[in-house]
């Protein structure tokens, strides 16, 4: 009896530790550090299993608010080529990063930006895709960040975001939802891991459009406008 209850107690006290460290970690590499580790490791296989959950399309115009600096922009800016990837970001030394990062892999298709993700320098009904990780929660201002992204995405446009439990600034998922709801967002898919959620909504149509055809994309396959693919 002794021993199991020794046991347990070495359980608890490992779980914290292995809480504890993972929360260090997120914390010196970013809000995204736990996507954009490890090309070859595990992380780069949870990188892949994210850019999955995104449903990223060929073609697409995408803006990634509060990017990584790893990882899972140069993922996403392959995907959508011959798209466009823009990253917004408030710390122009991570978009430094990224920059150099897509130089050294040959990746053309992106385009970085300084910029207040609740004052965004960008024309509206812009963007196809607009992606955020672990960023909901340290624009300061949620719900001004929402309602900027409502007007830069296009009508039918996709919302997807990310978010870990052990990043700094977690937004759960019934808050975002209830962040979005006014601006006319409905929630069309949400995929749940061990560490973060993946939650997508999209932008109602202003008047009704041609028919939706089917649009394949690896393994995935879900219904988009073709003509919003063009900007």
Do not use: K, M
């Given at each position: 009896m002794y021993q199991r209850e020794a046991?347990?107690?070495?359980?608890?006290?490992?779980?914290?530790?292995?809480?504890?460290?993972?929360?260090k970690f997120i914390r010196r590499g970013g809000p995204s550090a736990l996507f954009s580790v490890g090309v070859a490791g595990r992380t780069g296989r949870l990188v892949d299993r994210l850019l999955a959950q995104h449903r990223?399309?060929?073609?697409?115009?995408?803006?990634?608010?509060?990017?990584?600096?790893?990882l899972f922009s140069l993922g996403v800016a392959r995907l959508i080529a011959p798209g466009w990837l823009t990253c917004l970001d408030a710390e122009p030394p991570r978009l430094k990063t990224i920059k150099e990062a897509a130089r050294e892999n040959g990746v053309k298709n992106i385009v970085t930006l300084a910029g207040d993700a609740t004052h965004m320098?960008?024309?509206?009904?812009?963007?196809?895709?607009?992606?955020?990780?672990?960023s909901l929660g340290q624009t300061g201002d949620q719900e001004a960040a929402l309602?900027?992204?409502?007007?830069v995405l296009k009508d039918n446009g996709r919302l997807t975001i990310?978010?870990?439990?052990?990043?700094p600034g977690y937004q759960a998922v019934r808050r975002v939802v209830r962040l979005a709801a006014p601006l006319g967002f409905s929630v069309t898919r949400r995929t749940n891991n061990l560490f973060f959620y993946t939650l997508e909504m999209v932008k109602p149509l202003k008047a009704a459009g041609p028919a939706p055809v089917q649009a394949r994309s690896g393994r995935l396959a879900w219904t988009e406008q073709p003509e919003q693919l063009h900007g």
């Open positions: 046991l347990l107690a070495a359980l608890i006290v490992l779980g914290i530790l292995l809480l504890q460290n993972a929360g990223l399309l060929p073609g697409a115009y995408v803006l990634l608010v509060g990017p990584d600096p790893g320098p960008f024309s509206a009904n812009r963007f196809d895709q607009v992606v955020l990780i672990n309602a900027e992204i409502a007007r990310s978010d870990s439990f052990l990043a």
